[in-house]
């Protein structure tokens, strides 16, 4: 009976061409796959040779944290639009907390809202209109 003894193949540095690493990028930022997605995909061996071309050919800023994450070539312009999006959604939060908040005082006889929240409610609602 013959031994077969596994070869080990030693594993070589690849060239990728330009257009592949911005095609694998974009792939990524559009969100069609992650980067350890299209590493297994395109039999990428590097760990970090996707975020490599990310930080290098990528439109996000990608030394941030996942939601963290924004365009790097951002206007002053659109970083006042985006930021006064996020404080509309904030006010819109607080606004259905407190709505929720209020329901549950009536329905279950409690009294969660204090009369400063109250007031303060009020003040939100004449302030939003």
């Known amino acids: 009976m013959e031994k077969r003894i596994a070869s080990k193949r ?5 060239d990728y061409t330009l257009g592949f690493k911005l095609a694998v990028v974009a792939q990524v930022e ?13 039999g990428i061996q590097g760990r970090s040779t996707v975020l490599v071309w990310l930080r290098k ?32 959604d904030m006010d819109d939060l ?8 209020k329901r549950i005082d009536k ?15 009020e003040l939100f609602k004449r302030r939003k209109s």
């Open 10 to 14: 030693k594993r070589t540095q690849r």
């Open 30 to 42: 559009k969100g069609e796959l992650t980067y350890k997605q299209a590493q297994h995909k395109y």
């Open 57 to 88: 050919h990528g439109q996000l800023d990608w030394t941030q944290t996942g939601a963290q994450m924004t365009p790097s070539k951002e206007t002053p312009e659109q970083k006042i639009k985006r930021l006064e999006q996020k404080i509309r």
């Open 94 to 101: 607080h606004l259905i907390y407190h709505e929720m908040l």
């Open 107 to 121: 329905e279950c006889g409690t009294s969660y809202l204090k009369k400063p929240l109250l007031a303060r409610q």
